[in-house]
């Protein structure tokens, strides 16, 4: 079966999770791993092998100073519009088609390492984006493929730490998914090199994301308040909930005469209708369905505390304080609810161990009433049919608690990912970071993400609609582009919710981003306050090992509570079990836990 061309949407969601996107997309985001690999990662020989190395330079960052720039270097701006500029809407905010020329003869060779991807990019050398950015920058790039995933999918950094232990060093890292804590650790210690005065000089594309965004800043600092990563940023509205996103199936919905439940006793209700009357015909309805992939209590637990997505490990922050909430009483309260399910007969086992692939199948037979998914090409196939099962799938807002309690799992931290990491080796760090810049120059990020214009993709015509019902900037023809043609999302990028917004979608078959924005808004209204959401933080080199032990013991033994809770394995009505549950992560260190997250909460730039 064909893609369809708005698949790549999901894909446009960078590093927040979206899984089951086939056709290669997977790889095109390659930092999407799991906080525990990567976290793992952090601790790992390259690390040791790195501070050892570097054991002879100073650590003490002290106070950096504010960028002024390369001295009696003009600085660069802008680009004049493009000559043939495409329609932008009035309000529009983001990467522009400007016209540049190239600034190096290409006499001077750099190398840089970059993940492997056969599906997407082929050979990096040969690809056609490689080939274009040489053309419009005149900056000869030899790519040097060593990144490869291992079984489980996670990045395998065997290669990139035997290189950085051995001091055999490219000029640049593009899309290595390095932790925050390396980046902080090798800047600090010379590996990566400061950009600050840099960008100041070399990168008005940059400066003007700066400048539509001054909070961007602090998405690319160290702990010593300098930047060392030219890094892609991405404004993707429905993934902010998409960790903690619900669907029910409007036809079982109809079938049974229920409306969208409002309390968690009408989702009780409304389950015990999908056990009873079967609208999937099948005797095998499956009332509420989630997995491995997608946790229940990103949705559940919020009817009854603030609960944030996975990756920060049940931590919220409450007057500035870092909270764990999965040893509360609220959360208690939750555990009991979902309980209540299981002795109802609406939950089993299959709500914490049915993989993706189960879910998948569950859902294309029409089985699921409701499924927690990121999107609803999770719990059914995508086709370019409206009126097929994944189309049927509509949101479903988060429910109230009996003590009132109605938040959705959302997140207001950008999505980050892709950087570029320029090492102590390179003696023309200027040409990286001019040549990073370029690419975040509109007509550069469509063909790198979309393939050639005039054939994978164009500008839109004047009054054809975005998402919003605006002016379009730019529209797919084919996608995805025949593989070598591009980099999908392997370069730096800026995907503003403008631009996002700015793609082609026909009102009378709206688009598959647009279906998820609409999925999205009525989670907005119920979102927790930004003060109490977790920023993206970064933990120094100690407290990123000592996280990442933690993690590894705490992470697991929680979620394995969940499921013996919910299921009747341990009696959460019983207070001796659920004291015990709270002792043994007082044996495993919360407190120390939250600590750590503490003082990366203070310390982390913003």
Known sequence: MAK???AHDVAMCGSNGVTNEGDGQMADRLTTLSRRTMLAATASAGMVATTSMLAGCSSDPGTPEEPKGIENVPVKELGPEASDSPFYPDDYVGPRARDYEPFSDGATELTIVVPQNSNIVGDWNTNGFSKWMEARTGVKIRYQSVLTQ???????????????????LPDAFLGVPFSPAQISLYGEQGLFLPLDDLIVTYAPELRQ??????????NLKSLDGKTYQFKSISDCYHCRVSPGRAWVHQDHLEDVGASLPTTTEDLRDLLRLFKEKDPSGTGAMVPMAAGVDNRVDTYIMNSFIQTPAPDQNWMVVEDGQVTFVANTPQWREGLRYLRSLFDDGLIDSGLFTATAEEVLRMGNQGRIGVGRAYYQGELADITDSATDTWARYVALPPVEGPEGVRLSC???NLITGIPLLITNKCTNPELLVQWADYQL????????QAGEKGTDWDWADEGQVGLTGEQAVWWNKKYPPDVGKGWGQLHIYNFSRSYRDGIVS?????HFERRLQEATEPYEELRPDRETQLPTLIFDEVAATDQATSEQTIVPYVEQAIAEFALGRRNINDDAVWDEYVSTLDK?????FIELYQTAYDTTPR
């Open 150 to 168: 291992g079984a489980d999918g996670a990045a395998d950094l065997t290669k990139i730490n035997a290189m950085i232990g051995a001091g055999e």
């Open 209 to 218: 994301v700066f400048e539509d965004d001054p909070d961007l800043k602090g």
């Open 506 to 510: 026909d009102p009378d078959q709206p």
């Open 4 to 6: 369809p061309s708005y």
């Open 441 to 448: 120059e509109l007509t550069a990020q469509c063909n790198s």
């Open 588 to 592: 495993m260190g919360i407190e120390r």
């Open 410 to 412: 959302w997140s207001d």
